[in-house]
Structures are given as C-alpha cells and as structure tokens.
C-alpha cells in the first residue's frame, strides 16, 4: 500500500489548514498542491462522514499576511476562520530576499524578523486553533544551541516561548544540536534527515556511480556530523571519514574562533567519489578546504552535500573551486531561499523536499505515527538497487 493510501481510515485531528509565511510561500504553494492531489485521489468510506468536513478543498492554504506600518512596526493578520483547525504553519527563517521599509529606508527581514512574524501570526490565531504544529526547516537560533561561557541560549529560549503561545508541535530539519530540544521535553519536537532526497536527487543527476565501498566514500567535515555520515555511510554499505577542525582559541573572527587546519581520520579516498555530508554550507569556507585536503589525498569526484544552502559569502568561490576541479557538484534542499544565481549553477543539483513535507502534514494530520517517514532505510535501499539495476541493463 503507497504511502499516501496506508492510513486514513481515522479521524483527521481537526479541518487542515497550512499558513505558510511570505518567506515560505513558495514552497507553501506546492505543498499544497501535493495534499490536494493526495487527498482528492484518495477513496474514504468516510468521507460523507460529519468528522471528515471540508476534508477534500482545492487549497487547504490559509489566507494571512504581516503587514508593517512606516515606522517599520507589523501585525499578524487571518483572514478567514480558523477555529477548530490542525494548523500547520511554514516559516523560512533565514530568506533575507525579504524586504520592509522603516522610515523611507529599505532593510533586508533578518531571522529575528521572520521569528517576529510567526509569532504575530500564532497570536492572531487566538487560541481559537485545535492544534498548532510550526514547521520551521531552519530551526531558528539553531547554531546558537549551547552555553560555552556567559552567553544567551537563544534557541532554547524560542522554543519555550513557541509551545507557551500555545503549539504544540515543531517540526524542523536537520536541526544543529538536537539536544536543543530538551528545553521542552513535555511538547512535540521532530528534526527529520533528508537523506533519501539527497540520494535520490544524486541518482537522478549523476549516472556512473559505483556505490560500494571500494569506489566510494563517505566524509564528515567535522566531528559534530559523525552521525550524519555514519547513518549514510551504513545505509549505502560505504566507509566513512571523518575531518576535525583545529582551532585557534586565543581570538575569535565573526563569532568563532578561527580554523588553523583540517586533520583527516579515515582510510584512503584515493581514487573514489566522496560525498562531504554536512547540516549546512554558511560561509562556504570548511567544506572548501575539506575538499581541497581530499583533492591532495587524490580524491576522484565531490559531492557537497548539505541540507541548507545559505551561501553567506556568495558563490564566487564555490564557481572557482569547480573549475579548479575541486568540487564537482554542490547539493542542497529547498528548505531555505534559494536565489536565481544559484538555481542556474549547471554544478547545482536542488533536492526538492515539498513532496516529503507534504506527506509528513497529511498523515499527522490523521494522528498517526511518521516513524516510517524519519526512517528512510528501506526507501534508500530500494532507490540503490533500482539504479545498479539501470546500470547493468
């Protein structure tokens, strides 16, 4: 049975209703065509059913916005009903496309602005909601997650405040530090891996590869991503390589302190393909030199991999790193804003996770568990051998 088909024979938690924020509106959009097209093809013994009302609509898409005043001040605004509603509510922290005016000045909406608005949103709803769930695939404050010295926890703090303005469930992806989510161990908190799309997405792009372990390699860049690497390296049957960073701890450049070197742990890359795995791509500048150490360890082709692309330096060096046939493709989601520059890289490969999103909604939305959707082995193995089965045709 698809997975789309498996469950709905409960009651659905509340009418669904996805408030996807202007940061999230493009993805927003398609998810909202997948759960249209899920449910309007599913077949429900139920569906006259008084519980299953306004189950099958064209849009299940709230209409709301966040509009500012010219002192730069905002508001949340819903303009439909919303009572009694699983709501599902999108936000994209990190799109600093977004822009507002503050007396005639232009600025660029930074986190804290977006984190603002979802708030503002969560406010309008008044309590009025059966179920608030906030997906937020950049899970804000993400990086600033623990205490070293005298310093604000910041992501512990929005979370604690999210679930007391009444959600009740967060959502978000490849968070940086999921411990973070003791800060409230009494609500829901999910950090999923896209690891099948990543997979699934290289597959489609790439048609030569030899995905065992004596052509292929997986590496993390540090060793906060061990398990990242480790769970991809165990699913394709691949060995894994680890880089750790030395630091200079007697300064601190741009809030950290600066890398005096990559050290390498692992057996010989020497001529296979390498997949550097990695929560996200910031500056650029680690995964670069993790690379450029592969390359003196005459690494065959890289693949960066990264579930956010934020690219805060731009592109220029990643364009110079591949025509230096350092990196050979850079993958990342669409979980964050992705500009046009980018998207029209030819080494860029996009991995599409609004389909996958789109699934989660719609089953906990019939409160069942999404256990088999965080758990992409069995996908992943399937994906595998179909593709070694194209090869050998």
């Known amino acids: 049975m698809q997975r789309n088909e498996k469950n709905y024979e409960t009651i659905p938690a509340g009418s669904l209703g996805v408030i996807s924020l202007e940061s999230c509106r493009a993805m927003g959009e398609k998810v909202d065509k997948y759960l249209v097209q899920f449910r309007s093809e599913r077949e429900h013994k139920h569906v006259n059913d008084i519980a299953f009302e306004g189950y099958h609509k064209n849009t299940y898409l709230v209409n709301c916005s966040t509009p500012r005043f010219g ?44 984190y603002q608005d979802l708030k503002r949103i969560i406010a ?30 910041d992501c512990a703090l929005a979370l604690q405040e999210l679930t007391r303005m009444g959600v009740d469930n967060i959502i978000t992806f490849d968070a940086h530090d999921p411990r973070v989510q003791n800060a409230i161990p009494l609500n829901g908190f999910e950090t999923v891996q896209p690891a099948y799309q990543f997979i699934k997405s290289i597959l489609q792009e790439v048609d030569d590869l030899q995905i065992d372990s004596n052509h292929m390699m997986v590496i993390s860049p540090d060793e906060g991503g061990t398990n990242r690497a480790v769970y991809l390296a165990n699913v394709l049957g691949l060995d894994i390589g680890m880089f750790y960073k030395r630091r200079d701890y007697s300064k601190i450049v741009d809030g950290r302190n600066p890398i005096v070197a990559h050290e390498f742990l692992g057996s010989s890359v020497e001529g296979k393909d390498v997949l550097i795995i990695d929560d996200m791509i910031s500056s650029g500048d680690s995964m670069i030199d993790v690379a450029t150490e592969l390359k003196k360890r005459k690494a065959r082709r890289i693949f960066v991999v990264a579930t956010f692309g ?19 493709k850079v993958v990342t989601t669409n979980l964050t804003y992705q500009t046009p520059e980018l998207l029209s890289k030819p080494y860029y490969i996009n991995c599409d996770m609004s389909k996958y999103i789109a699934y989660i909604i719609d089953t906990l ?22 593709y070694i089965g194209r090869k050998k045709q």
């Not at 939305?365 to 179909?386: A, F, G, K, Q, T």
């Open 310 to 328: 934020l690219f805060t330096d731009g592109l220029a060096k990643f364009d110079k790193a591949v025509a230096d046939g350092i990196i050979y």
């Open 71 to 114: 002192s730069g001040e905002a508001k949340g605004i819903i303009n439909e009903s919303v009572r009694g509603f699983d709501l599902y509510m999108m936000v994209d922290v990190t799109n600093y496309s977004m822009t507002y005016t503050v007396c005639g000045h232009e600025n660029h909406m930074s986190p804290d602005d977006h």
């Open 124 to 153: 309008a709803v008044g309590g009025k909601a059966r179920r608030i769930t906030v997906l937020m695939p950049f899970l804000y404050e993400s990086r600033q997650h623990k205490r070293t010295s005298r310093e604000s926890l």
């Open 365 to 386: 939305n019939h409160d069942l568990s999404i256990s088999d959707l965080l758990d992409p082995y069995e996908r992943i193995e399937s994906l595998v051998n179909r």
